[in-house]
């Protein structure tokens, strides 16, 4: 089997990043892995601007990346491809019914996940590789686990079984504490789908699963739980949408609709600190902060009770505990925020290597948190941008270590 991959939501490249060990030397980007990127596709609705898709294409060339709203893409025209990735935004899942019940059910406009379903229907890939924020196993508020439950059914439905596992990157040697649910989906068709399914389900969590090659976890359960979403149990995605609820954990997998999902803790000591990814140079006198802003962050990060009025006009004290101020150079960064390069609670303030002095982060120190190469973002977007795509991207590394595990699973496919 080819190792060709399509991009979905693209951003500045990171799963390719990551799964081809990409490097970037005096402006010229070099791809270490066996992967065949045939197609990717990168459009930001919100803005004029592109810079996402121009540092995209400046780094890995414009002609097989789209620049168009993919519901506008003719599925069928995307070229076949062996895993499907991408970085889907966080929203409702829930479905809207059309005026004639004879045309089914339709996702709600905008909703991106269901652009990955209308791909997986059109060209059928043996796998899937995706990322979302880690709370998508519990929205929405008044129904949790029914978004989760939507893309297990969708992917059900269309054939496939899932592995899950929310992944805090700085627990496995990663230079940041981001968060994130990761998904692997393999169609029945594989030998892969064969393998997993006479396995017992908790085994393909704590030993014999993809995610438990590379991010091992203690072999006890803090908590588990089952659930199904297939047809014997819904008749449809509408009946998922209305009446699924269920609690998910950080790990999971679901296999003919059967669904087990458990909470674990991550079984690894490795320690990649901040101050490893910092600047050892001199840094430009911008990131540096004046006595003024010192202060402001000072009350920003400190522990504070604020007397405030919900609407209804009834009174609460609104409180958050201390950050710590600076940041911790011996361990790894917080996570990252599109926010990052302003004046907020949750910025970066660390203490400079050559000064001592106070400063935010740079661009390219953002950069390294994630794991991407020095640079990568420098392609003539401004700073306030650079750090918005970084806070937007996801952990190269973690990519990386999955990718491994997925070599192995198509090695072994026909």
Known sequence: MEKTVIELFAGVGGFRCGLNKVELKNEKVSENGNWKFVWANQWEPATKSQEA???????????DVSNVDIFEVDKKKIPNHTLLVGGFPCQDYSVA????????????????????????????????????VDRLLLSPASQRGRDFGMILRSLYDNGYAVQWRV??????????KRRRTYIVAYHKSTK?????????????????GIFAKQFPVKPEELDYNMANVSKSMYKDLADVSDNFQTQFYNAGVMCDGKIYTAKMESDCNDIYPLKKIRETGEVADKYFLSDEKIEKFRYLKGSKRIPRKKPNGDPY???????????????????????????????????????????LLTPLECERINGFPDNWTNTGMTDKRRYFMMGNALVVGVVAKIGIELEKIIDNED
Request: proline content about 4%; overall charge positive.
């Open 192 to 208: 892969y789908y064969e393998q997993m399914k006479k396995l017992n389900m908790k085994d393909i969590i704590v030993k014999d």
């Open 53 to 63: 898709y121009e540092c995209y294409a400046k780094r890995f060339g414009s002609d």
């Open 317 to 359: 004290m609104y409180s958050e505990g201390a950050m710590a101020f600076p940041d911790n150079l011996e361990a790894p960064a917080r996570t990252m925020l599109t926010s990052e390069s302003g004046l907020s609670r949750m910025s970066h303030v660390i203490e400079d290597n050559k000064t001592s002095k106070l400063r």
């Open 167 to 176: 992944i805090n990157a700085g627990e496995y040697g990663e230079p940041q």
């Open 97 to 132: 019914r059309t005026l004639s019940g004879s045309k089914g059910l339709e996702g709600k406009k905008g909703v991106l996940w269901w652009a990955i379903v209308d791909t997986i229907k059109a060209k059928k890939p043996p796998f899937l590789f995706l990322e979302n």
